[in-house]
């Protein structure tokens, strides 16, 4: 969030919904890269990882950099050609997609093999943190007039900058045996598929809302919404955090039940616990933070408590996808995830029109409600485990 405050600060709401919308495009630009293959790297080398396999570690995650850059290029290349029609994004050129896609596309591919290798706290910092960091320091610099770029070029550099570290993380630890590239790579491929599916629907899910919102309106108003959203995501950031190190947990319990729940309900509890107290400073205070974001976003403030009624939505329900995708339940997400997509984009189109960021907000918070009790429901009637908070 404080990089959030210090780009809207420095650029206002339309630079930085423009930026927003950049980070749109190379974030669905590398999900179609990796093909899957982040995730199912996450399941596949964590099992691999506790049996001490590590030629299969190697020959497979070194595939996936391959497969993904080839695919990623490809793709950057294509979003290019056709945004010069459909104007989504302004200033950026195709040198500047390529660096900030391409290195995207590895600290999803990394990232997930660190958090593999059972290093939360590398994961969080080379994936949360230093990207902000770095990015920070570029906005520093511009200030101070000793660099003078666009904010979507300081984003792509320090993605860059960090794919480099997490690129040598894959040398030490992977690569320091010999790669031999001996795997079924279209059976891989086929078994990745499915995650590829579910992070699609899930990308489209996320992201529909501020590009309809571009179609109808204007990057103020995505810049506006982008700002309520992020404050919202707060409230679920403890779920997430605890996510990192639940997902393979989970993917090494799959024959222990009861080992499976307590590990699902205390991650609930907690996030619940934190979630709730988060919720309260935002509905209290949430007025006086906006208005550190710049005047112009205080009366989104009803806005941001729409989002913030769907994120405790997501929090007390409990980690669906994470226990989905490890459980094998990749599919049945996948539908589920289909359903809310369609509802998610139809709400978008029939709202935002007539009601614009209100419109917005209120298709958001029924498809993630969608989303959380149908997942809820498949959680409990194929695992016979409860994700959401017990009373």
């Known amino acids: 969030m404080m990089i959030t405050l210090i780009i809207t600060r420095v650029y206002g709401a339309d630079a930085f919904g423009n930026y927003a919308l950049f980070i749109v495009a190379i974030q669905f630009s590398a999900m179609i890269a990796t093909f899957g293959l982040d995730q199912y790297l996450l399941r596949d080398i964590s099992k691999a990882f506790k049996l001490g396999n590590e030629n299969e570690i190697g020959d497979k995650s070194s595939f996936s950099f391959l497969f993904s850059t080839y695919l990623a290029i490809i793709t950057l290349s294509l979003f290019y050609v056709v945004n010069q029609y459909v104007a989504l994004i302004t200033d950026f050129s195709f040198a500047i997609l390529l660096i900030g896609g391409i290195s ?6 990394g990232g997930e093999l660190i958090r593999a290798f059972e290093k939360p706290f590398t994961y969080s910092i080379l994936s949360y943190i230093a990207v902000h960091l770095f990015l920070g320091l570029f906005i520093l610099l511009n200030q101070l007039n000793i660099i003078g770029r666009d904010i979507v070029e300081y984003y792509a550099y320090s993605v860059a900058i960090v794919a480099i570290f997490i690129f040598f993380f894959h040398i030490k630890h992977v690569w320091k045996n010999k790669i031999t590239f001996q795997i079924n790579q279209f059976e891989w491929l086929q078994k990745a598929f499915p995650f590829f599916l579910v992070s699609s629907i899930s990308f489209v899910n996320e992201w529909v809302d501020k590009v309809c919102l571009k179609l109808f309106t204007t990057s103020y108003e995505v810049g506006l919404y982008t700002v309520d959203y992020r404050l919202a995501q707060l409230v679920a950031f403890p779920l997430m955090a605890l996510n990192i190190m639940l997902a393979p947990a ?8 009861i080992s499976m729940q307590n590990l699902i309900s205390n991650t609930t509890k907690k996030s619940v616990v934190w979630g709730f107290s988060i919720l309260i400073i935002l509905v209290f205070f949430g007025e006086f933070l906006l208005a550190l ?3 112009e976003f205080v009366s989104s403030y009803p806005i941001m408590i729409i989002l913030c009624v769907a994120q405790i939505i997501n929090v007390i329900i409990g980690p669906i996808g994470v226990i989905m995708k490890m459980t094998n339940g990749e599919k049945a997400l996948q539908h589920i995830l289909i359903i809310s997509t369609i509802l998610n984009i139809i709400l978008n189109c029939l709202l935002i029109p007539e009601y614009e960021t209100f419109g917005a907000a209120t298709s958001t918070l029924i ?23 017990k009373i």
């Open 293 to 295: 974001f710049g005047q």
């Open 250 to 257: 989970v993917a090494n319990q799959l024959k222990n039940k």
């Open 367 to 389: 498809s993630i409600a969608v989303t959380n009790l149908l997942g809820a429901i498949w959680i409990k009637k194929q695992l016979n485990v409860q994700s959401w908070l």
């Open 104 to 109: 995207l596309v590895w600290m999803r591919l």
